[in-house]
């Protein structure tokens, strides 16, 4: 009996695949009988060459009713919108497979399921409404709209079927059931749609991450930096970085190849120097921006300290508009570091009302304050709320002073509780004079809180550099990795002008290694050790 070749593999040789096929098989491989196997299957469509390097086809392991590989299920699936009950579900389809799904699962209102060997794809781009039936049984699953992507010209760059549908678990249950049953599609992983885009060449690094920071995006700030990096604008600044150190490289390499002479002009190596030196003093100002990109990206981290019951968590619910931490009378009441995360000004801040600071014999209340001394060490804003009344009669602790800065924001509150006329007292001045921006107001009667939110949104948009200069004034580092390869790409830099022409070899590695770095910031060299960790934030759908 002959078999067609593709059904082997090698690991089949000695397993026959039917019962009544394994004389044939052990006879094959039987170590009496070697001359005999070689002459039978070189005389047979059955070689041996095509036994070991075949892999069993799609409709042999359907009719084996084995499970597919990974590698024959490259089509993929997923719900693109959040799950739940809504107006409308999109289910994403990418993949070889897509016509076949089209054809299966896809049915014009009151018409007929379609043969997937003939059926035509629909107009690209064009919304249609159909029924979306069951692939087996051709029940109506519900009544939607499709639109079909032709390769290339979509996200992945592959054939994309979407199916808006109706937002019921029910339904997207079933569809997503009758999706798992046509041979070739498999549920995709997270951020798989992405990824496959990335691969293709659709999408660099740093758009796969602004697209995830746009989905992200809480505020109009990230929004913007979010956009702007899905668009490639970051992506064309670090690739002008890399083909200008190229280009360096470049003339290094001609000095290598020809020397300075005859061949070429002279002054080569100056000018690289000159060009590299230029790109050292860029590449510093981007890592010396105060970590910009990253905090607005994560959110400005703000501390709210002084010494018990000065306001500290009435102006927390201020700021969030709700009661978001407890306010009493009694001195101590909160104990721990409670944050939020608020868009003031169109700016993400994450607010952190602290313990009052003050000596204590109670342990609990003891903890919060070393973790409030923390908080305030380690945010990027610090404000310091104080009593008015206290502060004129000079009782500002000791253990606030230290913690003032001329950087620390101060806002004296409390003012409907002392009399305007008031001089303020020698102590007071000195206490204060260090901070460079204070205002005066009462929470809890609202005088002066709109002038002072104004100003703080002022003081945070000047901090931060958030002005709306244009691009030039944008942040180009906005991941703590990009960070890491721009500070490994100047030490390579900075290795180079140690070097003089004598070492020109080493000197040319040097910014190889430097254009390898900023390279792995958009994908452009080797980021096979990275792209699991990006990919795998995306939601299932992405």
């Given at each position: 009996?002959?078999?067609?070749?593709?059904?082997?593999?090698?690991?089949?040789?000695?397993?026959?695949?039917?019962?009544?096929?394994?004389?044939?098989?052990?006879?094959?491989?039987?170590?009496?009988?070697?001359?005999?196997?070689?002459?039978?299957?070189?005389?047979?469509?059955?070689?041996?060459?095509?036994?070991?390097?075949?892999?069993?086809?799609?409709?042999?392991?359907?009719?084996?009713?084995?499970?597919?590989?990974?590698?024959?299920?490259?089509?993929?699936?997923?719900?693109?919108?959040?799950?739940?009950?809504a107006g409308v579900a999109v289910i994403r389809v990418s993949g070889p497979a897509v016509p076949v799904v089209y054809a299966k699962i896809v049915r014009k209102v009151g018409g007929k399921t379609k043969d997937p060997e003939t059926a035509n794809l629909p107009k690209p781009r064009v919304m249609e409404r159909a029924e979306i039936v069951d692939p087996d049984t051709g029940e109506v699953l519900d009544d939607g709209l499709v639109v079909?992507?032709?390769?290339?010209?979509?996200?992945?760059?592959?054939?994309?079927?979407?199916?808006?549908?109706?937002?019921?678990?029910?339904?997207?249950?079933?569809?997503?059931?009758?999706?798992?049953?046509?041979?070739?599609?498999?549920?995709?992983?997270?951020?798989?749609f992405t990824r496959r885009a990335f691969e293709s060449g659709r999408l660099d690094l740093t758009q796969v991450e602004g697209l995830k920071d746009l989905i992200d995006a809480e505020t109009s700030v990230q929004r913007k930096l979010a956009l702007r990096a899905a668009g490639g604008a970051i992506r064309k600044k670090y690739d002008d970085l890399r083909e200008r150190i190229i280009y360096c490289l470049a003339m290094v390499e001609a000095i290598i190849d020809f020397g300075e002479g005859e061949e070429i002009e002279d002054g080569v190596w100056e000018k690289a120097q000159a060009k590299v030196s230029e790109l050292q003093s860029e590449i510093r100002?981007?890592?010396?921006?105060?970590?910009?990109?990253?905090?607005?990206?994560?959110?400005?981290?703000?501390?709210?300290?002084?010494?018990?019951?000065?306001?500290?968590?009435?102006?927390?619910?201020?700021?969030?508009?709700?009661?978001?931490?407890?306010?009493?009378?009694?001195?101590?009441?909160?104990?721990?570091?409670?944050?939020?995360?608020?868009?003031?000004?169109?700016?993400?801040?994450?607010?952190?009302?602290?313990?009052?600071?003050?000596?204590?014999?109670?342990?609990?209340?003891?903890?919060?304050?070393?973790?409030?001394?923390?908080?305030?060490?380690?945010?990027?804003?610090?404000?310091?709320?104080?009593?008015?009344?206290?502060?004129?009669?000079?009782?500002?602790?000791?253990?606030?002073?230290?913690l003032i800065t001329p950087d620390t924001l101060l806002l004296l509150n409390k003012t409907d509780l002392v009399d305007s006329q008031q001089p303020e007292t020698s102590s007071h001045s000195s206490a204060l004079s260090t901070s460079e921006h204070q205002w005066r107001a009462s929470v809890?009667?609202?005088?002066?809180?709109?002038?002072?939110?104004?100003?703080?949104?002022?003081?945070?948009?000047?901090?931060?550099?958030?002005?709306?200069?244009?691009?030039?004034?944008e942040p180009l580092i906005t991941q703590a990795r990009h960070r890491i390869h721009l500070e490994n790409a100047l030490q390579y830099l900075d290795a180079f002008m140690e070097m003089g022409p004598e070492n020109v070899v080493f000197a040319a590695e040097e910014l190889r290694y430097a254009a390898q770095e900023v390279g792995k910031v958009s994908g452009a060299i080797g980021v096979e050790d990275i792209l699991d960790t990006v990919f795998k934030e995306f939601c299932i759908g992405k």
């Amino acid at each position: 009996m002959k078999f067609p070749a593709r059904h082997w593999s090698s690991g089949l040789i000695r397993t026959p695949l039917f019962t009544k096929h394994a004389p044939l098989i052990n006879t094959a491989t039987s170590s009496s009988r070697r001359a005999t196997r070689s002459a039978a299957l070189h005389s047979s469509p059955l070689s041996h060459s095509k036994i070991s390097t075949r892999t069993p086809t799609i409709s042999f392991r359907r009719a084996l009713h084995l499970t597919l590989s990974p590698s024959q299920r490259q089509t993929i699936y997923a719900l693109a919108t959040p799950p739940g009950k809504a107006g409308v579900a999109v289910i994403r389809v990418s993949g070889p497979a897509v016509p076949v799904v089209y054809a299966k699962i896809v049915r014009k209102v009151g018409g007929k399921t379609k043969d997937p060997e003939t059926a035509n794809l629909p107009k690209p781009r064009v919304m249609e409404r159909a029924e979306i039936v069951d692939p087996d049984t051709g029940e109506v699953l519900d009544d939607g709209l499709v639109v079909y992507f032709a390769a290339p010209k979509s996200f992945t760059t592959e054939h994309v079927l979407e199916l808006h549908t109706h937002s019921g678990r029910a339904i997207i249950s079933s569809i997503l059931h009758s999706l798992s049953r046509i041979t070739g599609c498999r549920p995709a992983d997270p951020g798989e749609f992405t990824r496959r885009a990335f691969e293709s060449g659709r999408l660099d690094l740093t758009q796969v991450e602004g697209l995830k920071d746009l989905i992200d995006a809480e505020t109009s700030v990230q929004r913007k930096l979010a956009l702007r990096a899905a668009g490639g604008a970051i992506r064309k600044k670090y690739d002008d970085l890399r083909e200008r150190i190229i280009y360096c490289l470049a003339m290094v390499e001609a000095i290598i190849d020809f020397g300075e002479g005859e061949e070429i002009e002279d002054g080569v190596w100056e000018k690289a120097q000159a060009k590299v030196s230029e790109l050292q003093s860029e590449i510093r100002g981007h890592l010396h921006d105060g970590r910009r990109g990253e905090i607005l990206r994560n959110g400005i981290r703000l501390a709210i300290f002084g010494p018990p019951n000065a306001g500290k968590s009435s102006l927390l619910n201020f700021l969030a508009q709700r009661e978001a931490a407890i306010v009493t009378p009694l001195p101590g009441t909160t104990r721990d570091v409670l944050e939020i995360s608020l868009d003031i000004g169109g700016m993400p801040v994450i607010v952190a009302d602290t313990a009052g600071l003050r000596k204590t014999s109670d342990l609990v209340e003891s903890i919060g304050i070393e973790r409030a001394r923390a908080a305030v060490a380690s945010a990027d804003v610090s404000l310091c709320v104080l009593s008015l009344p206290e502060v004129l009669s000079g009782s500002v602790p000791s253990s606030i002073k230290e913690l003032i800065t001329p950087d620390t924001l101060l806002l004296l509150n409390k003012t409907d509780l002392v009399d305007s006329q008031q001089p303020e007292t020698s102590s007071h001045s000195s206490a204060l004079s260090t901070s460079e921006h204070q205002w005066r107001a009462s929470v809890n009667t609202g005088t002066g809180m709109k002038s002072f939110l104004d100003d703080f949104v002022h003081v945070l948009r000047d901090r931060f550099d958030i002005s709306g200069g244009g691009e030039d004034r944008e942040p180009l580092i906005t991941q703590a990795r990009h960070r890491i390869h721009l500070e490994n790409a100047l030490q390579y830099l900075d290795a180079f002008m140690e070097m003089g022409p004598e070492n020109v070899v080493f000197a040319a590695e040097e910014l190889r290694y430097a254009a390898q770095e900023v390279g792995k910031v958009s994908g452009a060299i080797g980021v096979e050790d990275i792209l699991d960790t990006v990919f795998k934030e995306f939601c299932i759908g992405k």
